[in-house]
């Protein structure tokens, strides 16, 4: 199997895992307060990792000039992603804030130029549109309202987007050359940290009064959500252009839909379909062509 293979594999793994991604949330969300949620979920992983690594022989140390590239990877990966996104929803609807959140392929293309060089040909520039497209067809006409009062929300979630954007593509550009566990360990741990001391100021929180049912879908959020979807899409970064793989995880927001609709009961009707269509075209663009060279 080729690497370029191989990313795609891991990319369209991502993508599906992030998918679910958004109605776990919405079952989790119903017990357990955002920040928080996100807080144990990173900080209680980073252990899990780190014991696995320590198990399997896999060394923790960080030469120190990786030690910045590190925390900033961490704060751009883990803190911003998760904190700013999840604080978004204070403001804004779900459909929203998914919208938002994944303009991220835009600006990681626009990152991707200046840093990495990589120019957007048509093709590409037509899978972007394609695919951004398609992510705008599929929420229209769900009353999408973006005014004064959702300022907060929209400042939190685009700037979600903005720095996952750069994270993505100052990884490719510098990338850790660690262990991809010891990576994810402590990104994870580093990440998790800002949000461990805000969760406390700005949310209440009963363990006593989470369900079990509940835990368990915790559980699976935290393992398989966050541990898994990380791990394949730094692979799937590692093998692909940043651009490329980032507009692959708009196939995201589309399956987020089909599943909320499968197993939440929300609406599942052709605009779904088309989008899903479309989507599929975007990545095909994006992944699957070439840009003739001038």
């Known amino acids: ?17 992030w998918g679910a991604t958004w109605p776990i949330l919405k079952i989790l969300l119903v017990e357990l307060p955002p920040l928080t949620l996100r807080a144990i979920g990173s900080g209680t992983l980073a252990v899990a990792l780190a014991l696995g690594a320590l198990a399997f022989g896999v060394r923790l140390s960080v030469p120190a000039e990786q030690r910045g590239r590190l925390v900033l990877y961490a704060l751009l990966n883990v803190t911003a992603w998760m904190a700013f996104g999840t604080l978004s ?22 990152f ?5 060089g990589e120019k957007p040909g048509p093709t590409r520039i037509a899978g972007l549109a394609l695919g951004f497209g398609s992510v705008l067809i599929l929420f229209a006409g769900r009353g999408v309202e973006l005014g004064m009062e959702k300022l907060p ?8 987007a903005l720095l996952f954007a750069l994270g993505a593509v100052l990884s490719k550009r510098r990338p850790l050359m660690l262990h991809p566990i010891t990576a994810l360990a402590w990104q994870m741990a580093i990440g998790c940290l800002p949000m461990a001391i805000l ?11 989470v369900s079990t049912t509940v835990w368990l879908w915790f559980g699976w959020f935290m393992i398989v959500s966050m541990g898994v979807s990380y791990l394949t899409w730094f ?4 093998r692909l252009p940043a651009s490329a793989a980032a507009i692959g995880t708009l196939l995201a927001p ?3 839909v089909l599943g909320a609709g499968i197993f939440l009961g929300e609406p599942l009707g052709w605009r779904e379909a088309l989008a899903l269509v479309g989507t599929l075209g975007a990545v095909a663009l994006a992944v699957g062509l070439r840009d003739k060279p001038r």
């Open 1 to 17: 199997m080729t690497q370029r293979n191989l990313g795609l594999i891991l990319l369209m793994a991502t993508a599906v895992n």
């Open 89 to 110: 929803l204070r403001w804004l609807t779900a459909s929203e804030a998914a919208i938002l959140a994944y303009t991220m392929p835009v600006w990681a293309a626009l």
């Open 112 to 116: 991707a130029w200046p840093i990495l």
């Open 153 to 160: 929300g929209l400042l939190f979630i685009l700037a979600s």
């Open 199 to 209: 969760a406390p100021l700005i949310e209440p929180f009963e363990p006593a009064l």
């Open 235 to 238: 692979g799937a970064l590692a």
């Open 254 to 256: 589309v399956l987020s």
